[in-house]
Structures are given as C-alpha cells and as structure tokens.
C-alpha cells in the first residue's frame, strides 16, 4: 500500500486489510500501528477494511521537532480518507485512534459514515489543559526498546501486562510490523519510547471535548468493564456532549479489548453499523 502526504510535510502508511463491502477506516492506539487491527478485519470481510500508521508508528514518518499534537493525528486519518478515495467509510479506532476519528469528523463533518469508537482519550474539560505528564507518558521511557529476534520480543511482551492480555494474532501483528531490523541483527521498536511518552503527555492538550458538538454522524462508545482507562461513567459523560450517541460495556475485557477479543468487538462492531438504533 502507498503512504499519502499529511500535515507537517508528513506521509503516512496505509494498508488494505481486505474484505468486500463498505469501505471502513481503523485507527489504533498509542504505541501500536495500523496492521494491528488484521485480526479484527479477518472477522469483518463483509466490509472493505483499511488502517494507517499514524505519524511517528509504524512505517509513517515524525514530524519535525516530534511535538505530536493530537490533531495531526485526525490530519492523518483525513490524509488516508482522501488518499484511498473513500467515499464516507465507517471508523472504527481504539484510544488514541478513537480520539483521532472524533477530531477528523468535527474538522471536516460528513466524512464518516458512523463512527465505533473504543475508549477515546478525550478528558471531559471545556478547555484543553496542555500536555501532562502521567504515569503512561513516564512508563513509556522505561519500555525495552531493542531485542534480539521478533519472536524474544514477542516471548517478551506474551509474559507480562499489559500485552499478554493481547490475543495471539494481535500480539503477533503488533511484534511482525512494530520492529525494524537492525544492522547488528537486532531489531528495534519503530515507534520510540521517547516519542511514545511524548504521545501520552499530549493526550490531555487536544480540544475533542469541547468539539463534540461539531461531530454530527452516529458514534458508539465502547469499553471494558475490567478497564483501568476511560471507563463506563466517563465515556458517559462523552456520549452526554455528542448529538448522537450511545454506550456499551463489554464485560472481561479492558482497555484493549479489540485486540484482547476481535471477534467479539467484531461482532459488535458490525451490529452497529448494520442493524438499525
């Protein structure tokens, strides 16, 4: 797949997850990459699936300076919409990347069909407060950067939390496309813990809250009950400020529930956007 220009003189990689059907855009979360979402379009071949690397994952390029204002990561999914020439697709995103999709449909309403959104990382304040630093942004520094072999890493990240929790194939996905070989044999995490600590402190300096208005096609927000996130009563408060929208809980399942059980966010993702209310 191509990459297609963004904003900050960016390019952002796309790819096409197969399937037949309406077109459907997926964005991911902070520290992962566009192929990620592979098993839960695996699931999903009735629509025609699509994600992206945002700026500064995978194989999409980091803007200068690395400053990672939100916003440049809605320029990128709008780079991808009009790149692959999608005609008002559904969104599906996860945390950041639903974050992302709230801020690309209130910049430019109508370009979303409807949009699922899991956990968005969006405060409820008025007012962005600037970056922050949080335990996320300072546990990113710390994380191990460089292995020997992908399958160390993905030994590695099967044998603690937070990715054990991950279902096999996302695991897999995530450690295949998150690494770069290394002249020395090594590989290396694409994204970079410094730049990754940076995405975090940045989540609470974008202004979706006080956009949510803007946002005018259906949402559904969804999230785990067991999440240590953006739980029930706060993507209540959210789906309060959004024209039209509603909740679900998903019961086992915390803050990476699409990549802890694609089928079942699958299927719910497919109720939502076929089944009528």
């Not at 191509?2 to 855009?25: I, T």
């Not at 566009?34 to 995978?58: K, T």
């Not at 999608?86 to 990347?97: I, K, T, Y």
């Amino acid at each position: 797949m191509p990459a297609f220009p963004s904003s900050d003189g960016l390019d952002v990689a796309a790819w096409d997850l197969g399937g037949a059907g309406p077109p459907m855009l997926m964005a991911h979360a902070t520290g992962f990459h566009g192929l990620v979402w592979r098993p839960m379009a695996a699931e999903l071949a009735d629509f025609h699936c699509y994600s992206f690397d945002e700026r500064g994952h995978g194989d999409s390029t980091r803007p200068p300076g690395h400053p990672f204002d939100w916003t440049g990561f809605a320029d990128d999914a709008l780079a991808v919409v009009d790149g692959l020439v999608l005609e008002r697709p559904f969104g599906v995103g996860h945390s950041a990347g639903a974050a992302a999709l709230l801020l690309a449909e209130a910049s430019r309403p109508g370009t979303f069909r409807a949009l699922y959104l899991w956990e968005p990382v969006v405060m409820p304040l008025d007012a962005p407060i600037g970056p922050q630093d949080n335990p996320l942004s300072e546990g990113a520094l710390r994380r191990r950067e460089v292995f020997g072999s992908r399958e160390e890493a993905y030994g590695n990240f099967a044998a603690k939390p937070p990715f054990s929790v991950l279902h096999p194939d996302a695991l897999r996905a995530y450690v295949d496309h998150g690494f770069a070989d290394a002249a020395d044999g090594h590989v290396r995490l694409k994204c970079r813990p410094a730049d990754e600590s940076q995405m975090y402190r940045m989540g609470s300096a974008h202004p979706a809250f006080s956009r949510f208005a803007e946002v005018r096609c259906p949402v559904v927000l969804a999230c785990g009950a067991q999440t240590n996130a953006f739980g029930p009563e706060l993507i209540e408060l959210q789906a309060a400020r959004l024209p039209h929208a509603r909740t679900e809980v998903f019961a086992g399942l915390g803050h990476f529930g699409p990549l802890e059980d694609p089928a079942t966010v699958a299927a719910a993702v497919r109720r939502a956007f076929t089944e009528p209310g």
